[in-house]
């Protein structure tokens, strides 16, 4: 029995694939676009083709799908027939194929306004009881494809579990205003407090649920780098959190000074992975006190993992504005 990974030429989907083909495991990439870690080029929306790449597969990776940065360059019926019926498609085939457990990336992204607290609020304490508000297409079929999953645990009893990704990206921020006050890796560094994770991580969270699913049978889980703040530290953050990181990570002062770097003067959203962690018995490698203890020694901070897959982009063409156009 094999192990299908979706979406196998991005940048979860190639760090799947690595991993898993570096441990001598058996597994199939597919991707709608070529590369040298897709074995079968062919969309999730074409039912035949799905039906065909699920033979004889017991895991099931699904990464493939459109993502925030495609919402100003693809239609709303393109995020639908690829998050939500694509997901339809391998699910239904893998009932039939007698898959034994999936696993579906999802996104933070599903939170949407319920990330961003009124003015004078503490900072949102982001679990997995939040109940998503989406604002984009992009959040509304992750949040669909999620239902999707829950519905074919219930119905069909295929093990599901749910990893709600935070941001693992190497490409530049959306945000011209932060992008022009920090030099890109003050930024990274500062998000893994609060909001990034580390693609090598990822990969690891994805292996364990898979070992985990049918013991678990269903769960979604927020899947982010720990943080070293509290619930406590909430008001704090959105009003001083320059001094909330030197109270609670104070071995980042020198590093930060001199690089010239500087913490980001609020905070507005924690993202909890405690439940991943207890469910999962998930540890991330690569936190922010890892970050800063590798700058001191002139390292990346970034997973050796992270470093060779490297930035891909989500577009064909560049554009003037930014790294893509945010709708």
Known sequence: MQTLVTGSSGHLGEALMRTLRGSGGAVVGID????????????????????????SVETVFHTATLHKPHVATHTRQDFVDTNISGTLNLLEEAVAAGVRQFVFTSTTSVYGHALNPPPGAPAVWVDEDMVPVPKNIYGVTKLAAENLCALFQRKFGL?????RTSRFFPEPDDDAKLRDAYVDDNIKVNELLYRRVDVADVVDAHLLAARRAREIGFGCYVVSATTPFARRDAANLRQAAPAVVTRRVPSHGAEYARRGWSIFPQIERVYDNA?????????????????????????????????????????????????????
Not at 35 to 48: A, E, K, M, N, P
Not at 159 to 163: A, E
Not at 300 to 319: E, M, N, V, W
């Open 159 to 163: 093990p599901c579990l749910i990893l």
């Open 32 to 55: 709608a676009k070529a590369s040298t870690h897709t074995d079968r080029v062919g969309s999730i929306v074409d039912r035949v083709f799905v039906r065909d790449a699920l033979q």
């Open 275 to 327: 439940r991943a962690r207890a469910a999962l018995g998930w540890e991330p490698t690569y936190t922010f006190s890892w970050a800063i203890a590798q700058l001191r020694r002139g390292r990346d901070f970034r997973s050796p993992l992270a470093q060779a897959i490297g930035a891909k982009g989500y577009h064909p063409q560049t554009f003037a504005a930014g790294p893509y156009p945010v709708d």
